[in-house]
Every structure is written in structure tokens, then in C-alpha cells.
């Protein structure tokens, strides 16, 4: 049974940087098949995908978000991580991290979510 | 990039009733890009329909997915107490983007 699990803080500071880790374990990133991505949702609100990354080190991003994310992917601590820079109080939400099958996009894995919350 | 809207926003509708909810693309989408999720408060969505109609592990025959082109639909056959909850579209693009529909909250009647 495939688990995912995020990490970072719960805080950031305008115009900082949230940096987010996803830990994957009962699956290996490295195996291949899978989008591993990051979606987050504003409060009370829907699902925004923010992009995603293939085990290779190729990336997607959401185009309304491509100038300010960067994902990465650690293969050999079976994690990816989620940077998202110059955060506003429009970055406040709770932040997913999934498994995307690749080439259908579709998500059957999700992590509990985490709350990032943007304040000074 | 391909917009999804769903309907009705909000649906009311009573244990044991059919629950028809409707996703529309602003361009075709192939079938096999197609997904539906479920959120419940305080959760993680879960994937329900995969294809525009196959079912995900573990997910009961009383949802069904169907469509094609513009048009998808997710239908409950007999409501569950359990069933009410938020649920989205989700469409996978050419240029390998993700597009969510905003949702349709199923709620007790």
C-alpha cells in the first residue's frame, strides 16, 4: 500500500519561500509510471493543481504558477519536495501531495494534506 | 488550457435516490483523461472514476462514470448516507497540464 506523507512548516512569512517535502514509502518514486505531484486547496474552496514531477527530473508546472514553483525529487530518500517563492496570503491553503498515474493523470494515492498558512 | 464546469454547485437529495452530477469541457477531452474524486471534510480526495468510466479500486458499482468530448457524467444509483460529500471532474491536457472542475457538494435533502 502505497503512503504519502508532507512535511514543512505550518507557517511562512510574506514574501518568503514555503518549502514542502513529500515522504513516499510502500512504492519506489524511481520505478517509474507515475506523476508525483503537488495540488493544493484554498480554504472552503477547490483543487488547484500546482504541477508535478516523473522520477526522471522532468517537470509540469500550472502556467498561473510556473514563474514561482519548483519541484524537485530525491530518489534516493524516496522523496520529492515542493518550493513555492515570494508567498502571498493568496498562497494560504492546505497542500496535497498525490501519485498521478503518467500518460492518464489521474491521482490514486494522496497524502492527508498539510496547512500552509502565509502571515507575518 | 481546458476549463471544467460542474453542475449543479450543490445537489440535495435523499438517502436511497439517484444522484446525477454533470461535468463540461470548454474543448474536447479524451475519455481516457477523464477522472472523478471525492472529498469528505477534513480529507484527502479519493479517486472514484479513472477513463470517464472505470472505477477505482475498491469503489462500489453504485457510482458509474460516462461521457465523451464535452460532456461527463458521475451518477450515484442509490444514495448512501456516506456518499454526501464535495465531488470534482478532473481532466489531463495534451500539453500534460491538470484542470480540476470547482465541484458539486452532494448534500442530505
Known amino acids: 500500500q502505497v503512503q504519502l506523507q508532507e512535511s514543512g512548516p505550518g507557517l511562512v512569512k510574506p514574501s518568503q519561500t514555503l518549502s514542502l517535502t513529500c515522504t513516499v514509502s510502500g512504492g519506489s518514486i524511481s520505478s517509474g509510471g507515475y506523476y508525483w505531484s503537488w495540488i493544493r486547496q484554498h480554504p472552503g474552496k477547490g483543487l488547484e493543481w500546482i504541477g508535478y514531477?516523473?522520477?526522471?527530473?522532468?517537470?509540469y508546472y500550472n502556467p498561473s504558477l510556473k514563474s514561482r514553483v519548483t519541484i524537485s525529487v530525491d530518489t534516493s530518500k524516496n522523496q520529492f519536495s515542493l518550493k513555492l517563492s515570494s508567498v502571498t496570503a493568496a498562497d494560504t491553503a492546505v497542500y496535497y501531495c498525490?501519485?498521478?498515474?503518467?500518460?492518464?493523470?489521474?491521482?490514486?494515492?494522496w497524502g492527508q494534506g498539510t496547512l500552509v498558512t502565509v502571515s507575518s | 488550457e481546458i476549463v471544467l464546469t460542474q453542475s449543479p454547485g450543490t445537489l440535495s437529495l435523499s438517502p436511497g435516490e439517484r444522484a446525477t452530477l454533470s461535468c463540461r469541457a470548454s474543448q474536447s477531452v479524451s475519455s481516457s483523461y477523464l477522472a472523478w474524486y471525492q472529498q469528505k471534510p477534513g480529507q484527502a480526495p479519493r479517486l472514484l472514476i479513472y477513463g470517464a468510466s472505470s472505477r477505482a479500486t475498491g469503489i462500489p458499482d453504485r457510482f458509474s462514470g460516462s461521457g465523451s468530448g464535452t460532456d461527463f457524467t458521475l451518477t450515484i444509483s442509490r444514495l448512501e448516507p456516506e456518499d454526501f460529500a464535495v465531488y470534482y471532474c478532473q481532466q489531463y491536457g495534451s500539453s500534460r497540464g491538470i484542470t480540476f472542475g470547482q465541484g458539486t457538494r452532494l448534500e442530505i435533502k
Open positions: 514531477i516523473y522520477y526522471s527530473g522532468s517537470t
Open positions: 498525490a501519485r498521478a498515474k503518467a500518460a492518464a493523470g489521474y491521482s490514486d494515492y
